[in-house]
């Protein structure tokens, strides 16, 4: 069964500050991997995701994530974040075969302080 | 424009009664799903469906039923609601081809369950 761990419940930081949230997963096969982001009373929306190819992927609004096989890691990282940044991250992978199970993190609250 | 449609937004009831929550999507995809999010839990999953007639059980199906009798809905039938069924419910659907495909969510169903 696949799993989804991330390390960090909630982060406190600064405008301007860099972002890393953690994301590791634990599956035998090939995945497809996602980060979503759910701003305060809203749904989940996709930020990025990696399928193949070049592991570093780049999402909206200045996200990218880099996917470390060896590490079975797929970490968020965001270089200088804004108060509109405020929201709630999911990571979350996906068998890339026929079964479409999706697994999710129990996430991480960001909380950028003006 | 591209949608998932849950109803109700919003729905507080008492232990028995039963109740549905409807989901509907208008962008033929195939596969459907259903998530409860609670807080320092993340999103689990409850049902999904492959194709229309064709479901099956998630990590948390228990006192929850579903049907698929069109592609684009897919309620979600509590019999007789208990107060742990309290929670925010997600509807989504999987937008692209089941390789590289990526959920599209709903606008969520907030239960109260007294």
């Known amino acids: 069964a696949q799993s989804v761990s991330q390390h960090n419940h909630h982060v406190i930081l600064s405008e301007a500050a860099s972002l890393e949230l953690g994301c590791n997963y634990s599956?035998?096969?090939?995945?497809?991997l996602f980060w979503y982001v759910q701003y305060p009373g809203q749904h989940l929306q996709l930020l990025l995701k990696y399928f193949s190819g070049d592991p570093l992927v780049k999402g909206i609004k200045g996200f990218e994530a880099e996917f470390i096989k060896s590490k079975f890691s797929f970490n968020l990282r965001k270089p200088s974040v804004q108060w509109s940044d405020t929201a709630e991250y999911f990571c979350?992978?996906?068998?890339?075969?026929?079964?479409?199970?999706?697994?999710f993190g129990t996430g991480t609250k960001l909380q950028v302080i003006p | 424009e591209a949608q998932v449609t849950q109803n109700p937004r919003y729905l507080i009831t008492v232990t028995g009664k039963k109740l549905t929550v409807t989901c509907s999507q208008n962008?033929?995809?195939?596969?459907m799903s259903w998530y409860r999010q609670d807080p320092g839990l993340g999103l689990r999953q409850i049902y999904y469906?492959?194709?229309?007639?064709?479901?099956d059980k998630g990590d948390v199906p228990e006192g929850y039923k579903v049907s698929r009798k069109e592609k684009r809905n897919f309620p979600l039938i509590l019999e007789s609601p208990s107060p742990n069924q309290t929670s925010l419910y997600f509807c989504a659907s999987l937008k692209g081809d089941r390789a590289a495909g990526e959920l599209f969510f709903g606008e969520g169903s907030r239960l109260t369950v007294l």
């Open positions: 979350a992978v996906k068998d890339s075969g026929g079964y479409q199970k999706v697994t």
């Open positions: 469906s492959m194709n229309v007639e064709v479901t």
């Open positions: 599956y035998g096969g090939t995945v497809n």
């Open positions: 962008m033929n995809h195939e596969y």
